[in-house]
């Protein structure tokens, strides 16, 4: 079965505190996408990976970095979270084969509280 | 947490009657396009798609319509079930860019 997983699914953390938000993909697959989604602004693309060692900046990437070192794995990392990262966040890969245009499939979801 | 229903506009309909849900896209490029549907707690969850060579397409309890002259889309749910509320919106494929959604809501 397919699945796009995050970690954790909800955290409270405080201003300035590094964290890093995990996300795994079993499909093998090489495009893997981070999004934030925020009430009244729908959902909006911070990074994405087109493959190991590939990445680009989306359309909301300030104060975010990520990584892909590895094909399953494509973390989130926030380096000095602030309250405006306060958030509902999904990481993203293709539902089916290696090609863009095809539906996401979306893992479940981490919330971020940022106080 | 705070939905993200909140400030979306609210389709309320009767259960067993038809929901339609729209979107309007704005690149005259754009040539897949995908609907999702985002219960509360869970990720988006892909509903049905449609490419641009074609103006409707069918699944289960399902239609979409593609009106490029017009660059709008609509949904259309058959027979609505309360397991059918839930926030949807459309995506243009190749940008992966994403409407705000619409937030349906089926009253038994």
């Known amino acids: 079965e397919a699945q796009v997983t995050q970690n954790p699914r909800y955290l409270i953390t405080v201003t300035g505190k590094k964290l890093t938000v995990t996300c795994s993909q079993n499909m093998n697959h090489e495009y893997m996408s981070w999004y934030r989604q925020d009430p009244g602004l729908g959902l909006r693309q911070i990074y994405y990976s087109m493959n190991v060692e590939v990445t680009d900046k989306g359309d909301v990437p300030e104060g975010y970095k990520v990584s892909r070192k590895e094909k399953r794995n494509f973390p989130l990392i926030l380096e000095s979270p602030s309250p405006n990262q306060t958030s509902l966040y999904f990481c993203?890969?293709?539902?089916?084969?290696?090609?863009?245009?095809?539906?996401?499939?979306f893992g479940d979801g981490t919330r971020l509280s940022i106080l | 947490g705070e939905s993200v229903g909140l400030h979306l506009p609210t389709l309320s309909v009767q259960e067993g009657d038809n929901s339609i849900i729209n979107c309007a896209y704005s690149?005259?490029?754009?040539?897949?396009f995908i609907w999702y549907k985002q219960e509360s707690g869970k990720g988006p969850q892909f509903i049905i798609d449609i490419r641009s060579n074609m103006d409707k397409r069918q699944g289960q309890r399902v239609t979409v319509l593609l009106n490029k002259t017009v660059k709008h889309l609509s949904l259309q749910i058959a027979a609505t079930q309360p397991g059918d509320s839930a926030v949807y919106f459309c995506a243009e494929g190749n940008r992966l860019a994403f409407g705000k959604g619409n937030q349906v809501v089926v009253i038994p």
């Open positions: 993203a890969s293709p539902l089916g084969g290696p090609s863009l245009n095809q539906p996401q499939h």
């Open positions: 690149n005259s490029a754009s040539d897949y």
